[in-house]
């Protein structure tokens, strides 16, 4: 097959659309990637990367057409809508011209903004290629969850906008089973929808190098709780930093938190405030292969999200990498990405926003026997194996993609 993908995100940045483009191609099919200017997470371009870059390159034998966008800046208010709305803007009217093959299919990646599915709806009706979306973010939900928007009658225009994408989609992937619900909601035909979770990427899989960084250096002494991932509003750290709080006597255990994002500025000044520098390390973004390594030297994982039913709904994409790396995980959260902790019997849940329930989680793991532990880390890998397989989520992926209508062509 002749596929299109159209992703607001793409290699550079790290996103696991890279690695479901490459499974595409190793699988003989023709790949090409219709995307912006890579400028997540800092919000500014990368190094050689600029509005006067070339339009094409290749990664790894799969073609990238990238348009130009507005970059995220500090990923706040208006320059972000600019973000979302000027990719949205440039790949539809652009994107007609750049992808000049005749495609398949069209498969979009959307872990937020769902405005991304426009260029792709343009696209289909000029190349009269069916589309299949991949849903990773909620919306208008999402956006409600995470104080973006409040108003009533934004959010109605968003809902609109959502019933018009989701009209245009010929089968549509949920990451979460929780998300079936509202999709159908809004008119969609649950006939028309697959179940597609996340994979962990073969870094987690293997086994990590054990060398670290000068610039994270040894790792304290202790019980190490380590979080990975998106510093942001969605991940609820004032949840984690009151759980730090009320652990403070407990010299032993250490919170780590390797990532960044737009709340990371806000997290160092409350652990000024809140006294808490010698058990709470702000580590920084690092690749998959540091990651990993700091994941291997964790007692425990940690997840969270904030309390809204939106992200009930949620299954963060980081849990399958979590499991893989055989390390027990605590999960501050609701709904589905609880169940799925609880169901792989991979370690404990507890509310989310819940801080005292959050240390108390971190006390019960503390306390129990090292083997008790390797037990648990066990259990989410063979879990993870048995249930995220990346082989066979791709012969689904490309089982479905050849099941599209094809009364277009």
């Not at 819940?354 to 019960?364: F, K």
Request: charged content about 20%; glycine content about 8%; proline content about 6%.
């Amino acid at each position: 097959m002749n596929i299109l993908i159209v992703t607001q995100y793409f290699w550079p940045e790290n996103f696991r659309i890279n690695d479901l483009a490459l499974a595409l191609k190793d699988k003989g099919h023709t790949v090409s990637v219709l995307t912006g200017l890579p400028n997540y997470p800092d919000g500014q371009f990368f190094k050689g990367y600029g509005l006067f870059f070339s339009r094409e390159e290749y990664y790894k034998g799969i073609k990238v057409l990238r348009v130009p966008l507005v970059p995220r800046g500090k990923s706040k208010g208006f320059r972000l809508a600019l973000n979302y709305l000027s990719f949205a803007f440039f790949a539809s009217l652009l994107g007609p011209f750049y992808c000049a093959d005749k495609y398949d299919a069209i498969l979009i990646f959307e872990p937020s903004p769902i405005t991304v599915c426009l260029p792709a709806i343009v696209l289909k009706k000029i190349k009269k290629a069916p589309i299949l979306f991949w849903m990773l973010d909620l919306w208008p939900e999402s956006l409600h969850a995470t104080g973006a928007v409040s108003s009533p009658f934004a959010l109605g225009v968003v809902r609109r906008l959502v019933r018009f994408i989701y009209k245009n989609c010929d089968r549509i992937l949920i990451s979460s089973k929780g998300f079936l619900q509202q999709v159908s909601s809004l008119g969609y035909s649950p006939e028309n929808v697959r179940y597609f979770p996340n994979w962990a990427e073969d870094v987690y899989w293997d086994k990590p190098s054990g060398n670290l960084p000068p610039d994270i250096g040894p790792l304290p002494e202790g019980f190490k709780i380590v979080f990975a991932g998106n510093v942001g509003a969605a991940q609820s750290f004032d949840t984690i930093l009151k759980a730090a709080e009320i652990l403070q006597e407990n010299s032993d255990i250490h919170w780590l938190i390797i990532g960044d994002g737009r709340m990371s500025a806000w997290v160092q000044e409350e652990i000024k405030k809140r006294h808490i520098e010698r058990s709470f390390h702000m580590l920084g973004r690092h690749s998959p292969e540091v990651v990993v390594t700091v994941f291997s030297k964790a007692d425990t994982l940690l997840v969270s999200l904030r309390q809204d039913p939106a992200f009930a709904l949620t299954v963060p994409g980081k849990i399958q990498s979590y499991l893989a790396c055989g390390k027990p995980v605590i999960a501050s959260l609701n709904g589905e990405g609880a169940k799925l902790i609880e169901e792989a019997g991979a370690g404990i849940s507890c509310p989310a926003g819940d801080a005292e329930a959050l240390a108390r989680a971190v006390l019960t793991l503390r306390n129990m026997p090292a083997g008790n532990l390797e037990k648990m880390g066990g259990k989410g890998f063979k879990f993870c194996q048995a249930n995220f397989n990346r082989a066979k989520l791709m012969d689904s992926l490309e089982r479905w993609l050849m099941e599209l209508p094809k009364k277009y062509n």
